[in-house]
């Protein structure tokens, strides 16, 4: 079937109804010049995020789900409904600063002799200083010694918040560059693809890692993936002072998710060998009692990746 748009924008909600307003309405003030439909595949939130869709922006195609089924999932239903040629993946909690879906589609038809598979830009926080925009694909290596790292600076925070030591200042704040070329993967939060089997996510991978996994799959398919000047995109949770304590953040529902999803990656991308270390030291690190009651609830859906 011959597309009838040019850009489909697929944004997941779940209970973000403020920010969700806040970047609706700066993709209709921003866009134009280019065909376009804004898909929103709603997680079962219960902040009003759909009463407010259905009120404020009739236009919008919602999709309720009328459960959380993860990032990777929602996403999914929204591409099943997409009428575009490519399929615009944003986050609730981005601005676009610019008219930057067209840039995106501009730069990709001008370009469609270059085997392109992904696109993105250099997200700003709320501050405007660069966020995480891309990674790296990870590996086997490189995660463990992570892992080890991470478990040994977890128990010594864990140590020194016993004894009553003020731990708030010792994560150090990342600084990132301003990139623009190819790069291992754009993140989720503004990924730009066309409309084709590549712009499905695994499933299996409820919050994080599904975007690393997707692409994956496009550079061993000789895809590029690539960050490029013009698109303007503001991404506010990512870039926000996260004043939860230290330690007690690692017992979060998104780290829980991220770690089991680390291994999840790592099983099917890497090694078994190596997603079992990682479970090993997950456990560990799941153990402490600062955490425990968050984390005890996980440990099947653990050791079944």
């Known amino acids: 079937m011959t597309p009838s748009l040019n850009v489909s924008v697929v944004i997941v909600s779940f ?11 700066s993709i209709y003030e921003n866009t134009s010049g280019v065909l376009f439909e804004v898909i929103v595949s709603d997680n079962g939130s219960v902040d009003g995020s759909v009463e407010m869709v259905k009120k404020e922006f009739p236009q919008v195609v919602l999709v309720e789900n009328n459960a959380n089924l993860g990032f990777g999932t929602a ?36 370009h469609e002799n270059e085997t392109i598979g992904a696109l993105g830009c250099n997200l700003v926080d709320a501050d405007g200083v660069l ?47 301003c990139h623009i070329g190819d790069v291992d993967y754009v993140v989720g939060a503004d990924l730009f693809v066309k409309n084709s089997p590549y712009a499905r996510f695994d499933e299996n991978f409820f919050l994080y890692y599904e975007e690393t996994d997707m692409q994956l799959r496009m550079k061993n398919d000789g895809l590029r993936r690539s960050l490029i000047e013009g698109p303007s995109v503001m991404h506010l949770v990512r870039g926000g002072k996260n004043k939860m304590d230290d330690v007690l953040r690692y017992g979060s529902f998104s780290i829980i998710q991220s770690e089991i999803s680390k291994v999840r990656y790592t099983k099917k991308n890497l090694s078994a060998v190596i997603a079992f270390l990682l479970k090993l030291m997950i456990s560990l690190h799941w153990l402490s009692p600062y955490v425990l009651k968050n984390t005890h609830k996980f440990y099947r859906k653990l050791w079944g990746v």
């Not at 209970?15 to 309405?25: A, E, F, H, P, W």
């Not at 009428?83 to 944003?90: Q, R």
């Not at 040994?152 to 600084?175: H, T």
């Open 131 to 177: 966020t995480e925009s891309y990674g790296k694909f990870p590996e086997s290596k490189i995660l463990l010694k992570k892992m080890m790292r991470h478990l040994l600076a977890f128990y010594v925070k864990c140590a020194l918040k016993l004894f009553g030591r003020d731990i708030s200042g010792i994560r150090p704040v990342p600084v990132y560059e």
């Open 15 to 25: 209970n973000t109804c403020n920010l969700l307003r806040d970047c609706l309405k």
């Open 75 to 110: 996403n999914n239903r929204g591409l099943d409904v997409a009428k575009g040629e490519f399929v615009f993946y944003l986050n609730s909690d981005t601005l676009l600063l610019n008219n930057a879906i067209k840039m995106f589609y501009d730069y990709w038809k001008s």
